[in-house]
């Protein structure tokens, strides 16, 4: 669905203060604040305003500016991506350190999401020690999903964070076991054993990483 969707017919709906890329635009094509003014048809005053996120904004009016900017008016406006919690550790020879006490959505701490990923029911672990090199670095972090139930066929075959009957949670490549429902956990780092024919509550994919160099913990 278009963010300028409104039910309202005359299309005259005052959207909330939102973050506008008004000023961006602007100065990166060169216009003066006066002179994009003259060309979209509002006042000075209000388009400075605008720029500021000190005022509301109609459908008619955004495209007036966008028009002026020769840009659409989706590319006008800002969408917030909501940060994503960090609520536990893994390392400590792959054994995941879960934090369950934080409410749905809070954590140690919060990390941007990537744009490669949505950040719908997604939670992030901290990567601590070398237990999972080469394929994660200490002060990693990894994006997975927890709105999951049991194994999903996705999984069988991908690195995981899974939880197994005894309610230990570990990062390990989940494949098929010896029989239907169990499954061999193979370890990321080879110096570590593999466990096979474990029973799992759940395991979910890892959809996304972060090397510790590109990681900002959320303002």
């Given amino acids: 669905m278009s963010l300028l969707t409104t039910p309202h017919p005359r299309e005259t709906v005052l959207y909330g203060l939102m973050k ?6 602007r100065k990166s094509k060169g216009l003066t604040l006066d002179l994009l003014a003259e060309k979209a048809g509002i006042s000075r005053s209000y388009l400075n305003e605008l720029e500021l996120g000190a005022k509301t904004i109609n459908v008619n ?5 966008a028009k002026a900017l020769e ?16 609520p536990g550790f893994a390392g400590a020879g792959d054994e995941v350190e879960l934090v369950d006490a934080y409410a749905k959505g809070d954590g140690m701490y919060h990390v941007p999401c990537p744009p490669q ?9 901290e990567v601590r020690g070398d237990s999972m090199e080469p394929y994660y670095q200490n002060g990693s972090i990894i ?10 066929s996705e999984a069988v075959g991908r690195i995981c964070v899974a939880e197994d009957t005894d309610g230990r949670v570990w990062i390990k490549h989940v494949k098929p076991g010896g029989e239907p429902g169990l499954y061999h956990l193979i370890s990321l780092n080879q110096n570590v054993a593999p466990m096979y024919d474990r029973s799992l509550k759940w395991a979910a994919p890892v959809r996304f990483h972060l090397p510790p160099d590109m990681v900002q913990r959320a303002a």
């Fill in 20 to 25: 506008l890329r008004i000023r961006e635009i």
């Fill in 61 to 65: 009016r955004l495209s007036q500016v």
């Fill in 71 to 86: 840009v659409s008016a989706e590319d006008l406006i800002v969408v917030e991506r909501p940060p994503i919690a960090v």
């Fill in 117 to 125: 990923i949505s950040p719908h029911g997604v939670v992030a672990l």
């Fill in 143 to 152: 994006f997975y999903s927890r709105d999951v139930m049991g194994v999903p």
